[in-house]
């Protein structure tokens, strides 16, 4: 059985209690070794056999798993964060259904949420948004035309832009065109829940100067939104004059 486990967002102790307990059994590991924190692979059983995907090509991940997995061995896929947000793990699943290869798949933090904790944030503020972006800017993988970051800047939302530190002058030259005003407050967070996580609030137009000021390039996201401001609208659910299925309100 091969299980596709998510790592969590950095910090070894925010996998899940299922994910730590499938890493302690699996006899082969083959984890994203640029950017899962190894101090997760400190619990692996005697004679597990690891690999580091970073080195590897899908090929060469597939023929690492899918053998091993005949040979009736537990093999764990460790992604970072969540499988699901730029993991990579559909063309791998595809080919584990073409060889008829069973596997699960364990849900991870993704480093949005570790962003948002590191931030002290909320992204759904009433009032201010109730739409969460998740992007990036398009490079070797291209964007579809509906997707350039202009067009999703255009909504106004909260966005959490993945795999764009490196571009971040442009990203703000965009963010801007596509309608964020220059002041709407921004964040670069950079290794969220790491040992060495940083945090820089800016505004939109700031990012750039707050990049180059703190020499963050890579493994940062950045954070968008009047989420990041003051204001906002108090929440219903916690409203006392707000009716629930749980409680009656007062008016």
């Known amino acids: ?47 597990c056999v690891v690999y580091d995907s970073a080195k590897m090509t899908l090929e060469e991940v597939l023929s690492v798993m899918i053998p091993a997995a005949r040979e009736g061995k537990m093999v764990v896929r460790l992604h970072t964060g969540d499988p699901c947000v730029y ?61 350039r970051i202009e067009a999703l800047a255009a909504h106004g939302a909260s966005m959490v832009v993945f795999l764009s530190a490196g571009r971040i002058s442009e990203l703000s030259r965009r963010l801007i065109a596509g309608g964020y005003a220059p002041e709407t407050p921004a964040a670069i967070v950079y290794k969220a829940t790491w040992p060495e ?28 939104g009047g989420f990041l401001g003051d204001a906002y609208d108090r929440s219903r659910l916690y409203d006392p004059a707000f009716t629930t299925g749980f409680r009656e309100g007062t008016s």
């Open 87 to 147: 993991g990579a793990h559909r063309e791998q699943m595809d080919a584990l259904d073409a060889a008829g290869i069973p596997y699960e798949i364990c849900p991870g933090v993704s480093s949005f949420c570790g962003a948002a904790a590191a931030l002290r944030a909320e992204y759904t503020l009433p009032g201010v948004s109730q739409t969460v972006i998740l992007t990036r800017m398009e490079g070797r993988t291209p964007m579809p035309e509906r997707e």
């Open 197 to 224: 996580e940083k945090i820089v609030k800016t505004t939109v137009s700031g990012l750039a100067e707050a990049a180059e000021r703190e020499q963050i390039t890579k493994t940062a996201l950045i954070t968008v």
């Open 1 to 47: 059985m091969i299980y596709f486990v998510g790592a969590g967002s950095g910090a070894p102790d925010l996998i899940t209690i299922r994910g730590a307990g499938l890493l302690s059994r699996a006899d082969v590991i083959v984890y994203a070794g640029s950017l899962v924190n190894p101090a997760l692979l400190e619990g692996k059983k005697a004679g």
